[in-house]
């Protein structure tokens, strides 16, 4: 899960071997959960930045920056 602790707001991510989905809103129990200001997350999860905060899984951020790229299409 991405929560913004600056706008409230948050997004779950559902990871499989296909293309990333993410829906609008929170989930009771996320394996991880990626918090920041929005600025914070969008700098990170475009893997310009290092100023997320992740609980739950070991290593979510480390996994993200090594598998993930965010794109434009």
Do not use: C, F, K
């Amino acid at each position: 899960m991405v929560r913004t602790d600056d706008t409230g707001h948050a997004w779950t991510i559902h990871v499989s071997d296909g293309s990333l989905q993410t829906d609008l809103g929170a989930v009771e129990e996320p394996d991880a959960t990626l918090r920041g200001t929005a600025l914070q997350l969008y700098a990170g999860l475009w893997n310009r930045s290092d100023e997320i905060t992740a609980t739950g899984r070991p290593n979510v951020v480390a996994d993200w920056r090594t598998h993930v790229r965010v794109q434009l299409r």
